[in-house]
């Protein structure tokens, strides 16, 4: 079966690349027939702003420093579209206007100007269908933002401007009416659906898209959400974006006094335990598959906007599984990563978990590295950048054929764990979770088992993980990658990636490393003695940096020789830490912006 994959895999990708090409070439057809349109003359209503900017980002955004995907142009009274224009990701993220949130977190007369002029040079210079922005979920993002900010753009604006503005979202209107179809289902279809009910509600003449884009809304509801509230990515920032834009939807249409389909109001009632599952003691997301924490205040803001308090279970959410006691909150991947074209950022990190005490991120994965280029991506998805088990040189799941989508060319997971098992129990000083994965078996033979427990009190954890072989013919297969190495042993890590923020030492003579908030807690990290204990660096990767911070990771290093190895770890508050303290200092992205 093998031998005949690879043909496989590039007939698909051949047949995706000739459907792009086609899907792209028909998007230009429809946006410069949109184009010649000329629809909408004003507001029939208009939603209230519902976006959270960022201030800081769009101050800097005023003074000409654009810092989009990593990329940085300084460019004072500039455009912001001259921002690295032969880069499609730094474009993709212009084309969506989400930076209209920033420059209306500032509010003044300068970011006022600065917004009425980059959207006035978008008309003239995009406006004619022309340009990477005319595909479904970017004109449904950007619709969505004109529409919220619209009085502030259109405040003393000439009549010649604001014509051209109403127009200009009347044309991108009927275009996503043609075009949303081809959206991919997800978070892409959602957001050009969501910019339809928008505009069909808030623009002169375009009602009639309103039913057809709300009954297509309610159909994904139903298809792309499944029962517990998760989305076939298993992205958690993914499934932030999709929770608000449903809310979006929904507040618009009952505004509109028009009922919300039953199935949109479901979904919203799945989503929101499910978020909860994920979010850290910090207001946070939990980090994984290509996901990042999310806006200060987003989550919060979205989960209330959402009105429903229904707290979430004692099992898995979306693949994740979530211990949470006192001030101390640990999410772990409990899950296969997704397959297929949507993989295209998911992570090999399967039994990785993230810990946080109170607002201060200890315990993390290194995150999605989308933002600085192909490789820190790259790096970014593979195992060792996850706080979890690998066996050198591997990961946990492996790359495939690269996708051949629209705007993506990344490969996709293929090589997945089949078979992963997550156990809950209760312990009578604690909870326990007990994980496995057989990702290593058809490789080394082996499975990882991982068992964590929390105490009652929140200040401790101590985990155990295990490589074993399960059958005589995984003994076999780790008999020969024994013979591979020379018989030194197959080499295997333990990492637990800290954050930036976190300042760890060698303890105890080389025993433990302690590890200081910036709270004042100290967090000790203690072994059984049978793994080489090591402080080595790490990076910490997040979209809004300039480049990668520095970081650093706790490794436990081996090599195993027989059919079960087992390494036990604990991490627990030092004895002098109290219960509780005062910790009101943030974090602010935009602090390191020169660095």
Known sequence: MRKNAKPRQQNLAQQQTWRARRTQFMHRVHARAAARARPATGFVS????????????????IAGNF???????????GSIWDVAPDNAVVSEELQGCAWLDDLTAVGDAKARACAQAWVGDWITRYGNGHGLGWTPDLAGRRIIRWIQHGFFLLRGQERPANVAFYRSLGQQTIFLSRRWKTARAGLPRFEALTGMIYAGLSLEGMEEHVAPAVAALARDCETQIDASGGIPTRNPE????????????????????????????????????????????????????????????RLDHALAAAGNRTRPSDDLHMGYARLSAGRTSIVIDAAAPPTGPISVNAHASTLAFELT???????????SGQTFGEDWRRAGRATPSHTTLCIEGYSSSRLGAPSRQVTSQQELLDDVPTDVQCHFSDLHDGKRVELSHNGYRSTHGLTHARTIDLAQDGRGMVGEDFLTTLTDSDKKRFDKAIDETSLQGVPYA??????????????????????????GEIWILRHDGHANLALEPSVYLENGRLKPRPSQQVVLSGRTMAYATRVRWSLAKAQDTPDSVRDFATDDPMDDFDN
């Open 67 to 77: 810092l989009f995907s990593g990329t940085l142009t300084e460019a004072k009274n």
């Open 494 to 519: 333990l990492r637990f990636h800290l954050h930036p923020e976190v300042d760890a030492t060698v303890d105890m003579g080389g025993a433990a490393i302690s590890m200081a908030l910036k709270s």
């Open 238 to 297: 993914e499934l932030l974006e999709v929770l608000t834009l449903l809310t979006w939807a929904s507040q618009a249409l009952t505004e509109a006094d028009r009922q919300p389909p039953a199935a949109v109001i479901s979904a919203i009632a799945r989503i929101t335990p499910t978020l909860r599952a994920l979010r850290h003691s910090d207001g946070g997301l939990a980090r994984f598959h290509g996901g990042g924490r999310g806006l200060d205040g």
């Open 46 to 61: 208009q939603p209230e702003p519902k976006t959270i900017g960022h201030f800081a980002r769009g101050r800097q955004l």
């Open 357 to 367: 005490s109170g607002r201060r991120p200890l315990v993390v994965n290194c995150g």
